[in-house]
């Protein structure tokens, strides 16, 4: 949850004061803040020791510290990230803190990790078009498929890089009215990779709105079907 944690502590690590949300946040009771068992560096993984240290320190020369990433280790022993920043109360050597769990946070970002490894992991070309048709994504696939880098194909009008072919320019118009009337378009294209070769790879689109319902972006996922078609060929003209 983003409820932020909120403690007063002194400059050698007790705590001394504590809101609800933090003491919720480790695991802890107030009972445990009251008999003054709280220590900040008991709290801190030995990793992060020199984090707190550069904090304190800032703290001492200009009296707040930048906000920082660390984790906290809880009563039960897990440990959870957190954000943490400090403000030391004028002409002392205590300080009060906000601590932020980012849980939640590095959860969502794992899971967008996932999910981009799984897109690396796929066989398929999978590529995202804004309206102006530059490439905004490109997966592995697409690199093993046609020959550019994500760094060379990001940023480039896909038209010229992928739809060179004359039978695709003459397709665009009726590809543009079928993602506008049903949000998705499927067929087979003759596309050509770096390297001159030409490929047919049968070929996906989906539109992609944004939360008001307006076109954003077209979602590309293209199979190399050249080596099926190629046989295909030689058994018809068997």
Avoid at 54 to 83: T, Y
Avoid at 188 to 195: D, H, V, Y
């Amino acid at each position: 949850s983003n409820i932020i944690g909120i403690i007063c502590l002194n400059l050698n690590g007790k705590i001394t004061e504590a809101n609800d949300a933090f003491l919720k946040m480790v695991g802890y009771d107030r009972t445990a803040l009251q008999m003054g068992s709280l220590r900040w560096d008991e709290m801190t993984p030995s990793e992060y020791q020199h984090l707190d240290q550069a904090a304190v320190d800032q703290l001492l020369n200009s009296g707040i510290c930048n906000p920082f990433e660390k984790e906290l280790l809880c009563r039960d022993g897990d440990r959870i990230p957190v954000m943490v920043g400090s403000a030391l109360l004028e002409g002392s050597q205590n300080a009060v803190s906000f601590v932020l769990d980012l849980s939640e946070h590095k959860q969502a970002q794992q899971k967008i990790f996932e999910q981009a490894a799984l897109l690396d992991i796929t066989t398929d070309a999978i590529l995202v078009r804004d309206l102006d048709n530059k490439i905004r994504f490109w997966n592995q696939g697409a690199e093993r498929l046609y020959g550019w880098k994500a760094s060379e194909a990001i940023g480039k009008n896909a038209n010229e890089l992928l739809d060179r072919q004359q039978e695709i320019i003459d397709q665009l118009p009726d590809i543009q009215a079928s993602l506008t009337e049903n949000g998705s378009w499927q067929d087979e294209l003759r596309q050509i990779t770096k390297s001159g070769q030409e490929i047919i790879v049968s070929s996906r689109w989906t539109l992609v709105r944004n939360d008001e319902g307006e076109p954003k972006s077209l979602l590309v996922v293209n199979t190399d079907i050249t080596e099926k078609k190629q046989l295909e060929m030689q058994f018809f003209r068997a």
